[in-house]
């Protein structure tokens, strides 16, 4: 029996066919939010004899939308698409995953900073510069000091302290100064713009480099000491201006901009980052 265009199935076929011929695709260039785990399930569909994962989202729009992050690929398609259909699309478009998964590792690989050798001599990333380890058993606490080739962190061990103990004495210090610096910077774009905060803490969070909850507690993640301080002061005021606008509007970034003018390069320059890659 052929379908009338006006009933309820022939009016949901046609807007499929719509949405698998308005396939969105992208490359983010930052991990794209985690949907809640009852929005979000994960599938798998062979691809020329290879398995592949992809995480599917239903979501309240027209298209089928992919998207490849540091999760994988994410297919966002509208409720009534079927799930036949929708891997139809991904076969489709197979050679385009492919090709955007192999540019995102290679992307990532060169962005990934170079992971700390624990001993004498490893380098550090500290405020945007680098420091190089020295492990020397007659200091009675850790400090920066200038050397013959740059900027030393001098440690409190002996040359031949185990790397989880140097890497240990590191965080310690490295925190003591995160402790410091953020909330120098803090309180002065604080003060400097007439932004109170109820109180602020250090986080170590692997997800995101900082949050403002409603009753205005700071949290800011200490591996910031890894970067500049107008980075820092990015992220900073990113979370002073959550205290006038709990959301990303274009107020909200208007307030960012009141408080750090000219913030954008830095923004760039750390929402790329990925928390994982870090030497901590």
Same mark, same amino acid.
């Given at each position: 029996?052929a379908?009338?265009a006006g009933?309820?199935?022939a009016?949901?076929?046609k807007a499929?066919?719509?949405?698998?011929?308005?396939l969105?695709l992208s490359l983010f260039?930052?991990?794209?939010? #985690? #949907?809640?785990?009852s929005?979000?399930?994960?599938r798998?569909i062979?691809?020329?004899?290879d398995?592949?994962?992809?995480r599917?989202?239903?979501?309240?729009?027209?298209?089928i939308g992919?998207?490849?992050?540091?999760q994988?690929?994410?297919?966002?398609a509208?409720?009534?698409?079927s799930?036949?259909d929708?891997e139809? #699309?991904?076969?489709?478009?197979?050679r385009?995953?492919?090709?955007r998964?192999e540019?995102w590792?290679?992307?990532?690989?060169?962005?990934?900073l170079?992971?700390?050798h624990?001993?004498?001599?490893g380098?550090l990333?500290?405020?945007g510069?680098?420091?190089?380890l020295r492990?020397?058993?007659?200091?009675?606490?850790?400090?920066l000091?200038s050397g013959?080739?740059?900027?030393?962190?001098r440690?409190?061990l002996?040359?031949?302290?185990?790397?989880e103990r140097?890497r240990?004495t590191?965080?310690t210090w490295l925190k003591?100064?995160?402790?410091?610096?953020?909330?120098?910077?803090?309180?002065a774009?604080?003060?400097?713009n007439g932004?109170?905060?109820?109180?602020?803490?250090l986080s170590s969070?692997?997800?995101?480099?900082?949050?403002c909850?409603?009753?205005g507690r700071?949290?800011?993640n200490?591996?910031?000491?890894?970067?500049?301080?107008?980075v820092?002061?990015y992220?900073?005021a990113?979370?002073?201006a959550?205290r006038?606008e709990l959301n990303?509007?274009?107020?909200?970034?208007?307030?960012?901009?009141?408080?750090?003018p000219?913030f954008e390069?830095?923004?760039?320059?750390?929402?790329?980052?990925?928390?994982?890659?870090?030497?901590?």
């Amino acid at each position: 029996m052929a379908q009338r265009a006006g009933t309820p199935k022939a009016r949901s076929a046609k807007a499929a066919q719509s949405a698998l011929q308005s396939l969105q695709l992208s490359l983010f260039s930052e991990p794209a939010p #985690a #949907a809640p785990a009852s929005s979000a399930s994960e599938r798998r569909i062979v691809l020329s004899g290879d398995l592949c994962n992809y995480r599917l989202r239903r979501a309240r729009r027209r298209t089928i939308g992919f998207q490849i992050d540091d999760q994988g690929l994410t297919i966002s398609a509208p409720r009534w698409v079927s799930l036949r259909d929708i891997e139809s #699309a991904i076969v489709e478009k197979e050679r385009w995953i492919r090709s955007r998964m192999e540019q995102w590792r290679q992307w990532r690989a060169k962005r990934r900073l170079p992971q700390v050798h624990f001993a004498d001599g490893g380098q550090l990333p500290f405020l945007g510069t680098t420091v190089t380890l020295r492990l020397r058993a007659d200091l009675p606490a850790a400090q920066l000091a200038s050397g013959p080739d740059g900027d030393e962190l001098r440690l409190p061990l002996p040359a031949d302290a185990a790397e989880e103990r140097v890497r240990d004495t590191v965080q310690t210090w490295l925190k003591e100064q995160a402790r410091r610096v953020l909330d120098e910077r803090l309180r002065a774009l604080s003060e400097r713009n007439g932004v109170d905060f109820t109180s602020w803490a250090l986080s170590s969070a692997r997800s995101q480099w900082g949050s403002c909850g409603a009753d205005g507690r700071i949290r800011l993640n200490w591996r910031l000491i890894h970067f500049t301080l107008p980075v820092i002061d990015y992220v900073v005021a990113h979370e002073l201006a959550h205290r006038k606008e709990l959301n990303h509007s274009a107020a909200f970034w208007r307030q960012v901009g009141r408080l750090l003018p000219g913030f954008e390069a830095a923004r760039d320059r750390i929402r790329n980052e990925d928390l994982s890659s870090l030497p901590l």
